[in-house]
Antibody
Framework: EVQLVESGGGLVQPGGSLRLSCAAS????????MNWVRQAPGKGLEWVAN????????YYVDSVKGRFTVSRDNAKNSLYLQLNSLRLEDTAMYYC??????????????WGQGTLVTVSS | DIQMTQSPSSLSASVGDRVTITCRAS??????LNWYQQKPGKAPKLLIY???SLQSGVPSRFSGSGSGTDFTLTISSLQPDDFATYYC?????????FGQGTRLEIK
């Protein structure tokens, strides 16, 4: 059974840092693109970052470029998101999701339960 | 960035109703379109990929259609478990973008 379990969220002051983790199991982690999607309280879904199988291709939404860093450790079946210079508007539930290739692009077929990041003074 | 616009933003319907949600892209995305269902406090769940392909395990009352800029998600006969928020998402270009969501409520 495919499972994705996020951790590392919490309350942090503006300008602070957090490191989110996503532990994967039930599939060959190192053969899939992975990504992070976030959802501010009461709002819609926003894609944050993608990373390919070996970490050599990485993409970010403009609003987090230079502040967030996505990485992975295939030996540990884990995905990470380092959040620096946090802003109030980064407050959200952060989900990791697996990306599966289809005939028309990639789709997010498995998601974790999410980890909540709250930025507040 | 490609903008995705869903309509309606909210919808009230009854069990057994046929429901259609539409999604329009700001430019052509051929069939690079996915649909997700999200219930309160839960992660999104993939329903439809590539505009019309049903994800494994998803009931056949869900269907998707469309190509280019206009897409629809149809639920043929609403069940109590279907009351949720639905999102379309384009994967034609980066950044991938989601529609604002359609909240489906019980009438």
């Amino acid at each position: 059974e495919v499972q994705l379990v996020e951790s590392g969220g919490g309350l942090v002051q503006p300008g602070g840092s957090l490191r989110l983790s996503c532990a994967a199991s039930g599939f060959t982690f190192g053969t899939f693109w992975m990504n992070w999607v976030r959802q501010a309280p009461g709002k819609g879904l926003e894609w944050v970052a993608n990373i390919n199988q070996d970490g050599s291709e990485i993409y970010y939404v403009d609003s987090v470029k230079g502040r967030f860093t996505v990485s992975r450790d295939n030996a540990k079946n884990s995905l990470y998101l380092q959040l620096n210079s946090l802003r109030l508007e980064d407050t959200a539930m952060y989900y990791c999701a697996r990306l599966t290739p289809g005939s028309y692009g990639y789709y997010r077929d498995y998601w974790g339960q999410g980890t909540l990041v709250t930025v507040s003074s | 960035d490609i903008q995705m616009t869903q309509s309606p933003s909210s919808l009230s319907a009854s069990v057994g109703d046929r429901v259609t949600i539409t999604c329009r892209a700001s430019q052509t995305i051929t069939r690079y379109l996915n649909w997700y269902q999200q219930k309160p406090g839960k992660a999104p769940k993939l329903l439809i990929y590539a505009a019309s392909s049903l994800q494994s395990g998803v009931p056949s009352r869900f269907s998707g259609s469309g190509s280019g800029t206009d897409f629809t998600l149809t639920i043929s006969s609403l069940q109590p478990d279907d009351f949720a928020t639905y999102y379309c998402q384009q994967c034609y270009s980066t950044p991938v973008t989601f529609g604002q969501g359609t909240r489906l409520e019980i009438k």
